[in-house]
């Protein structure tokens, strides 16, 4: 059982390392899904109703005009938007085998204890 917990180990570290941004973007994800999991007060919803309307908004603005500038950035690298779909998904592949395998480090370091 150490010696499987030690391979896992080294595994996450080594893909970590390897892969940074693809294990930073599992932790938000992971982070972002818990998050959304904790239910909120009703003061908080009341609190935050109009900030989130105008937020909303906002985000949608930004969006649009993210995926104007991404669309145009692609075209002058000439690489087409199947091709960046292919490589978000290989990002975000990696990222959860990352993130499995940290938490599974995790996991096996508190049952130990």
């Not at 000439?78 to 292919?86: F, N, Q």
């Amino acid at each position: 059982m150490t010696n499987q917990k030690s391979k896992t180990e080294t595994k996450s570290r080594n893909i970590i390392e390897e892969h940074p941004l693809a294990a930073a973007t599992g932790a938000l994800i992971v982070g972002m899904a818990l998050g959304a999991l904790i239910p909120r007060s009703e003061s908080e919803r009341k609190a935050l109703r109009n900030t989130g309307d105008k937020l909303r908004e906002r985000t949608k603005e930004a969006v649009s005009a993210a995926q104007e500038a991404g669309k145009t950035g692609l075209e002058d690298a000439g690489i087409t938007v199947e091709e960046a779909k292919l490589q978000v998904r290989d990002l975000v592949r990696r990222a959860s085998e990352a993130v499995h395998g940290a938490s599974d480090a995790a996991r096996e370091t508190l049952l130990k204890k």
